[in-house]
């Protein structure tokens, strides 16, 4: 692009802080002889927050770090525990409860079942990003995973992309070796649409190379095409089943025979150098984690083999994101495109060895051909998690993983790049995935409207990150903002520098073995990002406004949780 033109987008960087229905001060168009900005928004599926290089991994992902190096990183970007939940805020700037995915469709519980928020599909309520941009005069784009809806009306072809290949459900055989009768019998098998309709996923073909394939189709065909392009490119990689070319796993044979805790302490002493973490920094203990040395040899194989396939998965991601940029530079269209790159939720922590559906069945793992043996691990008929003890040193050095409101679990990698960011540092202040929709809108100049389609959708509820791309602002939210997180009961508020955490004892419908004390604790996660310390007892006080805060949170949102049980003594009115 040439120089006037970045000039130009950087100075567009200096506008409101918010764009919402309410902001008569936001930018209805861009300047006269500005160019507007092309997006790239990138997601991964499960990634750690310390996997990729650039945020102290030891995984080969240079095309991925030379972006998050060049551009700014986060150290504070927080999602939904899970992924579709996070991919309604994502899509929406609004929170998950309202824009229709209070729980993930595949847990909802009988008190959630028809309540609003919970249908279990990006709602009528907002307006995606895609179709807002799209109304706004973009070329819009998805190749990966949708996880908002299986049916034509829900679907990406419906909510606003005019060209999109899409997996409809949460996760897939990464080699579409799960379309058969057998899969089907048990609706294990997943749903691929292409621009709308039904198709076959191309056996043999690995997830991330394909959809990578298809979204660099898209860039191609619109490549005389003047309009700017809001191009959407959600991985399941690297998400269970783990599985990877053979190539790739060769790369990091014996790589981690020396187990989770050596990769944790490895991880934890790069980000320490890296300016990612305080230098005196304790990790959270470990949870329903073996040690290492008490697991046999054949069992060292194995768990050092799952690490070895997810590492391979992580870096032929990076490869097709590198395929990606070239493609951009060769369309001459690189240097006027804002990347965003996050993770749905923290790392998966589950023990898995087939899917949910098969779990239970006499046979079920046999009848569907899953050979999970050591020779076999990470090829199309394996079907196996990485477990909790790759997962907490891949979350490093936060608490718990996917699933949980702790920073394990939210607390994802994310950066950005491109016209107008400025580079080559790290950004430490509380964001949230509700800002990346509001941030597109207000970089491409476009007002968010009160209605869409002829019915009214809720405002954005997260904030535009401009300031914090243009580095006049470390964060967007004032300390006296609280933030809100509710899935599978577990419950978080975050105010300023201070988190509650409310893990309930019983079991939950994801992780399978839930992890919970019952009990509200307080953090201060400035000091101890590691969620270490709870302060309950000595800051009694605080507690009590966060507690508040998330009532009034849920209040406002329709969360729905179980009440209270009565104390002890009372008698039911």
Same mark, same amino acid.
């Given at each position: 692009m040439l120089k006037s033109a970045i000039l130009l987008a950087a100075s567009a960087l200096s506008g409101p802080l918010c764009v919402s229905a309410?902001?008569?001060?936001?930018?209805?168009?861009?300047?006269?002889?500005?160019?507007?900005?092309?997006?790239?928004?990138?997601?991964?599926?499960?990634?750690?927050?310390?996997?990729?290089?650039?945020?102290g991994g030891e995984i080969a992902t240079p095309n991925l770090d030379s972006i998050a190096n060049g551009g700014v990183r986060f150290t504070g970007f927080h999602t939904a525990p899970t992924c579709s939940p996070t991919r309604s805020m994502l899509l929406s700037g609004v929170d998950n409860h309202q824009?229709?995915?209070?729980?993930?469709?595949?847990?909802?519980?009988?008190?959630?079942?028809?309540?609003?928020?919970?249908?279990?599909?990006l709602n009528d309520r907002v307006a995606s990003i895609a179709e807002l941009l799209h109304q706004g005069g973009y070329r819009t784009l998805m190749s990966g995973k949708w996880h908002l809806g299986l049916t034509p009306e829900r679907g990406p072809a419906a909510r606003g992309f005019e060209r999109s290949y899409a997996l409809l459900q949460g996760l897939g055989n990464h080699f579409g070796a799960d379309q058969n009768k057998a899969w089907k019998a048990i609706d294990a098998a997943p749903t691929y649409r292409?621009?709308?309709?039904?198709v076959t996923y191309p056996k043999g073909r690995f997830s991330a190379d394909y959809f990578t394939d298809r979204l660099i189709g898209f860039l191609q065909e619109g490549s005389k095409d003047q309009r700017p392009f809001f191009a959407y490119l959600p991985y399941s990689t690297p998400h269970w089943p783990i599985q990877a070319p053979p190539e790739d796993i060769a790369k990091y044979k014996g790589r981690y025979d020396a187990g989770y805790e050596a990769l944790r302490d490895a991880?934890?002493?790069?980000?320490?150098?890296?300016?990612?973490?305080?230098?005196?920094?304790?990790?959270?203990?470990?949870?329903?984690?073996?040690?290492?040395?008490?697991?046999?040899?054949?069992e060292k194989a194995i768990e050092a083999r799952k690490m070895e396939v997810y590492a391979a998965m992580v870096d032929r991601m990076d490869q097709n994101v590198g395929r990606v940029v070239a493609t951009l530079k060769a369309l001459g269209r690189y240097d006027d495109t804002v990347i965003i790159f996050l993770a749905d939720n923290g790392p998966e922590g589950n023990v898995i060895d087939a899917p949910h559906q098969a779990v239970l069945k006499p046979e079920g793992k046999a009848k569907l051909g899953i050979d999970n043996?050591?020779?076999?691990?990470?090829?199309?008929?394996?079907?196996? /998690?990485?477990?909790?003890?790759?997962?907490? =040193?891949?979350?490093?050095?936060? +608490?718990?993983?996917?699933?949980? &409101?702790?920073? #394990?679990?939210?607390?994802?990698?994310a950066f950005a790049s491109g016209p107008g960011i400025a580079g080559q540092r790290i950004a430490t202040g509380l964001l949230?995935?509700?800002?990346?929709?509001?941030?597109?809108?207000?970089?491409?100049?476009?007002?968010?409207?009160?209605?869409?389609?002829?019915?009214?959708?809720?405002?954005?509820?997260?904030?535009s990150l401009r300031p914090v791309f243009a580095g006049t602002a470390a964060q967007?939210?004032?300390?006296?903002?609280?933030? /809100?997180?509710?899935?599978?009961?577990?419950? =978080?508020?975050?105010?300023?520098? +201070?988190?509650?955490?409310?893990? &309930?004892?019983? #079991?939950?419908?994801?992780p399978r073995q839930g992890y919970g004390t019952g009990i509200w604790q307080l953090f201060n996660v400035a000091k101890d990002p590691a969620e270490a310390h709870d302060l309950?007892?000595?800051?009694?006080?605080?507690l009590q406004e966060l507690i508040g805060d998330w009532d009034s949170y849920a209040k406002a949102k329709g969360v729905v949780v179980p009440a209270p049980a009565p104390v002890q003594g009372e008698t039911k009115k």
């Open positions: 309410q902001d008569k001060s936001a930018p209805t168009a861009i300047p006269a002889g500005t160019r507007q900005p092309n997006f790239l928004l990138i997601v991964a599926d499960d990634l750690g927050w310390s996997d990729l290089g650039a945020f824009a229709g995915l209070g729980s993930m469709a595949e847990t909802l519980q009988p008190d959630q079942t028809g309540q609003p928020g919970y249908e279990g599909y292409d621009n709308g309709k039904l991880r934890l002493q790069r980000q320490k150098a890296l300016g990612l973490v305080p230098a005196d920094l304790t990790p959270h203990d470990w949870q329903d984690v073996k040690p290492w040395a008490s697991l046999t040899d054949a043996s050591l020779g076999n691990i990470g090829k199309a008929t394996s079907y196996l /998690g990485y477990g909790p003890g790759w997962a907490q =040193a891949n979350s490093s050095p936060s +608490w718990l993983v996917k699933g949980y &409101p702790t920073e #394990g679990g939210t607390r994802v990698t949230n995935v509700t800002d990346v929709a509001p941030t597109l809108l207000d970089l491409a100049g476009i007002q968010q409207p009160a209605t869409f389609g002829g019915r009214a959708i809720l405002p954005f509820q997260g904030h967007v939210r004032q300390p006296t903002e609280a933030v /809100g997180t509710e899935l599978f009961y577990r419950r =978080a508020l975050r105010k300023g520098d +201070w988190k509650a955490v409310f893990l &309930p004892k019983t #079991g939950s419908a994801y309950s007892a000595s800051k009694p006080a605080k």
